[in-house]
T-cell receptor, first 116, second 112 residues
Framework: NAGVMQNPRHLVRRRGQEARLRCSPMKGHSHVYWYRQLPEEGLKFMVYLQKENIIDESGMPKERFSAEFPKEGPSILRIQQVVRGDSAAYFC??????????????FGEGSWLTVV | SQQGEEDPQALSIQEGENATMNCSYKTSINNLQWYRQNSGRGLVHLILIRSNEREKHSGRLRVTLDTSKKSSSLLITASRAADTASYFCATVPTGGGNKLTFGTGTQLKVEL
């Protein structure tokens, strides 16, 4: 049973380019979360999605960032016109349920974005 | 200060010793989860403890939760060099779905 799969593991982009990070949740999980980790810091919540729905995007920057979790395929975190400050590790997580708050949340290995 | 702060920030011990890490939080929680992160890697889930639980064990790990003090501790007994990692607590607030709020972590180094 594969865990949370993220790709790419490492991504280098020039300023102004677009970054697309993909996440496939664990089998049977329908709840997906994205977190960002800056160097030497803890993880910060970005967005919580279910299939075709954004449940909570309170941690997403207002501009340039978007996320989706289509009916078919992986969840995508998209960063447009990247800037150096976007350099970070982006972690995807998934869980079987969401509403009751008692579900273990499993994390992927992360996607390390470097903006040069 | 933010929800879920770990103490100490860094801890260095000898193999075989016990390591204790503490976590404090601010709001009412549904549950608290501890994770381990090796350098450059993802987070590995260790233990989930619900707000109505006081203590949980898993192998060499023991987690306590004191909701009156809004604090939790993670004890690793008989530490090994392989336990060297960063350890994070993360809380799910009451009514907050599964949205985790992480602390800044404790960097544990276990020396041979």
């Amino acid at each position: 049973n594969a865990g949370v799969m993220q790709n790419p593991r490492h991504l280098v982009r020039r300023r102004g380019q677009e970054a697309r990070l993909r996440c496939s949740p664990m089998k049977g999980h329908s709840h997906v979360y994205w977190y960002r980790q800056l160097p030497e810091e803890g993880l910060k919540f970005m967005v919580y999605l279910q299939k075709e729905n954004i449940i909570d995007e309170s941690g997403m920057p207002k501009e340039r960032f978007s996320a989706e979790f289509p009916k078919e395929g992986p969840s995508i975190l998209r960063i447009q016109q990247v800037v150096r400050g976007d350099s970070a590790a982006y972690f995807c997580a998934s869980s079987a349920g969401g509403d009751r708050g008692g579900n273990t949340i499993y994390f992927g290995e992360g996607s390390w974005l470097t903006v040069v | 200060s933010q929800q879920g702060e770990e103490d100490p920030q860094a801890l260095s011990i000898q193999e075989g010793e016990n390591a204790t890490m503490n976590c404090s939080y601010k709001t009412s929680i549904n549950n608290l989860q501890w994770y381990r992160q090796n350098s450059g890697r993802g987070l590995v889930h260790l233990i989930l403890i619900r707000s109505n639980e006081r203590e949980k064990h898993s192998g060499r790990l023991r987690v306590t939760l004191d909701t009156s003090k809004k604090s939790s501790s993670l004890l690793i007994t008989a530490s090994r060099a392989a336990d060297t990692a960063s350890y994070f607590c993360a809380t799910v607030p009451t009514g907050g779905g599964n949205k985790l709020t992480f602390g800044t972590g404790t960097q544990l180094k276990v020396e041979l």
